[in-house]
């Protein structure tokens, strides 16, 4: 598709167009410079130079705790499966995170399909915004290329000075462009720039951590019996922080909820969490990742190796959320490091 | 928020209504049930079903009819926790939800024309009768069958009286093995490995198919091994965690397979060199 040009004075114009017939979705600041997806109405609220949010745009994919079905059992089992939406824009999506929500719809598009998620995805709109330099040293964005935008969104915003160079990635993006009639045509500079902030960045962003994209699977298959999950193990917690606040984890439970009569309730799909104790245990007790070591290398695995036998893809955004939030202070980087140092 | 229905949703049951239940022992009990309009089920022998009560949660059973009954299916469930304890609470005439049939069951195709042995232990007899009623009811498909069965003690033996029928058919060689006995019980005592070396079989004729608890896998199948079967010719069931049945809630993962969509029937090469299949 094409590119436009948003001028900075006019962003202020575009929100408040968003904001008039849908929910818009931004990052905005917390304290100890944190930020968090949510609801906005105008510009100042955003954080336009947010690091990621404490927890993914994931929340309004895969809702926390959503209904499945609605039931009623004054007569027998008697349901109807639903989906709560709503039309919403997200604003402000880092290019890792975006990498994030294409993985989410790569798993649940593929069959059997999840029509809740799939229903839900279309009623979103998705306005990206290019990180110029790194957001903090957690991040690993650069060694798994999701520093660059590489779609999944339907606009595409890069700042540029006076004001942002705007991709346009779908019909929907193409829309909103008209409709809102707040967007000129690129120049031959503008071009320019987006060419000259593409070379810096390049140089700006190098792999955080010295392995080559194509290595990483087989270091995850070489280091199966390492160590390094034991030592891991011996310090995680098994809260589940690092899943919660990971925008490509997606494991669930499912629980029913009645309400007070008890014949009437919901059927809820609720996050779970594969570093919980009891994730994998069956009936008899037999638990196939006891141990909080062999959860963790589950965890790991899921994101750098069997994604790759199964979707072809890394399931790492390289965010670094599961760094910066883990009280035990399990780091990405470091366990790569420690992990290829074993397998030097 | 506007709430939608969905058509088609993976997570929408249909309503099952029981129209027997069986006591087989002190802890399980086997559930006859009939989809509504009379539906068939429509399972390969060795899916599974999740089943459900609403507001107290569902759970993955091993359907143990054969698809060639289609009036109803069978259920054995084993009280082992909340919801299947609630699900023994159930009458003839409640309802229950169902939700699949899923995964991949017994290979049927490659069964067909070969001789076959099944061995299962334990609540593992509950899949594989499914496949021998189908043997039963297309009894001239198969060649030469074995079935052996190992339990804790007499008490705990599943479908007594189905069993005695089994082995007093002669197009059927039918062994059972109890871990431990009083004096008058006339059978075997031992575990089922200590079966396999005396059946009579062509490794290369033979489809073996064991299901049980994973600790008795390592041992049947180095049995099987030295009876010259090749691995090829293997398949077990395995158990694990299970929530959506349909690839995505991650419980049941086993490195990169999702035992409810990839299983939970596996050839032994299939699963052999996957650390945590075979414990
Ligand atoms: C493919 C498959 C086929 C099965 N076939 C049969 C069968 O034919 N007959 C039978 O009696 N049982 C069968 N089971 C086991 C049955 O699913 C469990 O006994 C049941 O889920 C326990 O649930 P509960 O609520 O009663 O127990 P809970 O009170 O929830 O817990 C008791 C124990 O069961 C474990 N458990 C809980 N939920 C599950 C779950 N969804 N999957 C596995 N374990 C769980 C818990 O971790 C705990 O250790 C099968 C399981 C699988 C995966
Ligand atoms: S956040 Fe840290 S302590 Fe908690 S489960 Fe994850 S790795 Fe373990
Ligand atoms: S594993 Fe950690 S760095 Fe990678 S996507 Fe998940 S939270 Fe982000
Ligand atoms: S049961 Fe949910 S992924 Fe297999």
Redesign the interface.
Known sequence: MSGVLLYKSELCGLIHFLVADQTVIAPVPLTHGQFKFAAVTTLEEIALDAIPTLLPPKKYFLPPQE???Q?D?TQ???????????ETVLFGLHTCDLAGIQCLDM??A?R?????YM?RKQHFTLIGLECNDYCDSSANCAMLFNHLPKGGYDLFLTDLGDYYFVDINTHKGDLLVEKSGLFVPVTPAAQDNLQKLRQIKTKRFKSEIPIRYQDIKPLFEAS?ESNVWTDIGAKCLACGNCTNACPTC???????E?EFD?TR?K?L?IW?S?QHE???????G?N??KERGDRQR?RY??KF??PM??YKQIFCTGCGRCSRTCMARIDLKETFNALIEECR | MEKIAVRNSGYQISRGRISRVTLLTETERLFTIVLQNNETLDHDPGQFVEVSRFGVGEVPISICSSPTRRDAFELCIRAAGRVTAALHRLKPGDEVGIRGPFGVGFPMTPLAASDVLLIAGGLGIAPLRSLVHYIIDNRRDFGKVDILLGCRDPQSMLFSAELEFWRQRIDINFLCSVDSAAAEWEGNIGLITALIPGVNLDPFKTIAITCGPSVMYRFVIAELLKKGIPPAHIYLSLERHMKCGLGKCGHCQIENLYCCQDGPVFSYPQIKNIRGALE
């Open positions: 209904s499945l079905l039931y059992t027998g089992e008697k349901m109807q499966a639903e989906v709560a939406i709503e798993v649940f593929d059997p399909k999840d029509l809740h229903i199966f997606y494991c669930f439970d499912i629980v029913d009645p008890l309730g059927r799909r779970d594969c009891n994730f994998a245990r069956i009936a008899g037999e196939f990742r589950h695995n899921r190796h069997y036998e199964r």
